[in-house]
């Protein structure tokens, strides 16, 4: 059964944004509210890389490859985290995959394109 769904990838010209959605359906939102939630990414022959991670308390982690141009957010109400990305630039091209931390949940991920 699919527990993680990641949905709003896309092809964006460098500049420009896009926001990624995970959705946990079938998770409790107590369980939801308490696990540590974190996007990752995967280009064609490079080591998955963490992106943003946001805790149970809203702390936020970012490389500093995306700091100040990705930001994460959640909604335990809506059961969501959502990743907004800005000023893209080709290099952000990759699958991007959604992780729960507790259970531990992997999405399908959602391809990002970026174009020069």
């Known amino acids: 059964q699919v527990q993680l769904v990641e949905s709003g990838g896309g092809l964006v010209q460098a500049g420009g944004s896009l926001r990624l959605s995970c959705k946990a359906p079938r998770m409790i939102l107590s369980t939801f509210s308490g696990t540590d939630v974190e996007w990752y990414r995967q280009a064609p022959g490079k080591q998955r890389e963490m992106v943003a991670a946001i805790t149970s308390n809203r702390v936020t982690n970012y490389p500093d490859s995306v700091k100040g141009r990705f930001t994460i957010s959640r909604n335990n109400g809506k059961r969501t985290v959502d990743l907004q990305m800005n000023s893209l630039k080709p290099e952000d091209t990759a699958v991007y995959s959604c992780?729960?931390?507790?259970?531990?949940?992997w999405g399908q991920g959602t391809q990002v394109t970026v174009s020069s």
């Open positions: 992780h729960t931390r507790m259970p531990n949940y």
